[in-house]
């Protein structure tokens, strides 16, 4: 794995997610007249910074995370009538969840660069291996061959072939396939292999893949349908570990960037496919109710709302900042561990 690729694509990855998070509360924030003195990306000491209108943008050196800084967001008096708490509390909820909206947004627009422009990577329907004595080697199919159809349903991709095996275990089907352009006809019978507990030939794919596009319309359906499976998927599983039903499996910085690697190495495609659940991770992680995150803010907001009245700006900076130190503890042991996987 080449590092200095690494360090490219992890901090294109964490600045993308960064920079559309923090635009969705900056928009969210200047569409209802709050006062935005600050847009950053990144932490800790200014790179770049320029001030533009009433909002110093600024570009830090330590990509862990960024903020959107608003005027009278922090309890402070705001008497120009565009601080935070001066705006009614849908508007204010609006602003908090906007970052994770437009974390979900991203995955969409990402994985409709995947499948309308760039590609979904597709094995090919040519065989690559023949395993000996079974029902592919005995029906004389040889390594080179593509399978054009199975019982006259054409085979578009290795995927497609592999599903549609196993709608027949124990059932006689035609294989159609080509080789080196000359069709043959060979009749096999699927056998169920009881220790993978599929239905298999005897056949193995090659390394050699095509790359499908879908319309326009078409990849930004695909796109949502992924983002929503993707959703449902991660809030399963923390549910899951919550309860207990599924050990705790929780990756920190360290081994979000090895992953990131292992997915640049293999090509753009799998970076922006990797960089769009990342970002419904980073959408859905914002949105818990955990002190010192979006989710915590919209639950302040909400008993605002039942009380008819603000709650105690020092008690809740003072919850938040618990929260705060205890994510940061969290970070750490999390990399900790990440560390230890990595190098031990």
């Excluded at 998070?21 to 990144?42: N, P, Q, T, W, Y």
């Excluded at 239905?199 to 596009?213: A, F, K, Q």
Aim: hydrophobic residues 45%; glycine residues 10%; contains cysteine.
């Amino acid at each position: 794995m080449n590092k200095l690729t690494t360090f490219w694509s992890a901090i294109f990855v964490f600045g993308l997610l960064i920079f559309v998070h923090e635009l969705g509360h900056f928009l969210a924030a200047k569409r209802v007249g709050i006062k935005v003195e600050e847009f950053s990306i990144f932490m800790g000491p200014k790179l770049i910074n320029k001030k533009v209108g009433e909002t110093l943008y600024t570009l830090r050196l330590l990509p862990i995370g960024g903020y959107c800084k608003m005027a009278g967001m922090d309890g402070e008096e705001d008497t120009s009538g565009k601080g935070f708490n001066s705006k009614s509390v849908p508007q204010r909820m609006v602003v908090i969840a906007a970052g994770s909206v437009m974390n979900f947004l991203l995955a969409i627009v990402l994985f409709t660069l995947i499948y309308g422009f760039i590609g979904i990577p597709q094995h090919t329907t040519e065989i690559g291996n023949i395993v000996p004595d079974k029902p592919a080697a005995e029906a004389g199919l040889l390594k080179g061959d593509e399978i054009i159809a199975i019982n006259d349903e054409k085979m578009e991709n290795w995927s497609e072939l592999v599903g549609t095996i196993q709608q027949y275990p124990g059932e006689e089907v035609k294989v159609t396939a080509d080789r080196g352009g000359q069709t043959l006809e060979v009749f096999l019978t699927p056998e169920m292999d009881e220790s993978q507990g599929m239905v298999l030939i005897g056949i193995e794919r090659t390394e050699e893949v095509s790359r499908e596009t879908q319309g326009l319309f078409s990849a930004i359906g695909a796109a949502t349908s992924q983002t929503v499976q993707f959703t449902v998927l991660i809030v399963v599983s923390l549910g899951q570990m919550i309860t207990g039903q599924m050990a705790p499996d929780v990756v920190g910085p360290v081994g979000i960037v090895e992953v990131i690697g292992q997915s640049a190495s293999f090509g753009i495609p799998y970076l922006l496919n990797l960089a769009a659940i990342i970002s419904i991770n980073l959408g859905l992680l914002n949105l818990l109710p955990i002190p010192a995150l979006d989710g915590s803010r919209l639950i302040f907001l909400a008993i605002e709302g039942i009380r008819r009245k603000p709650l105690d700006p020092a008690k809740e900076n003072f919850v938040h900042l618990i929260g705060f130190a205890m994510l940061i503890l969290l970070m750490i042991l999390v990399t900790y561990q990440d560390v230890l996987r990595i190098f031990c």
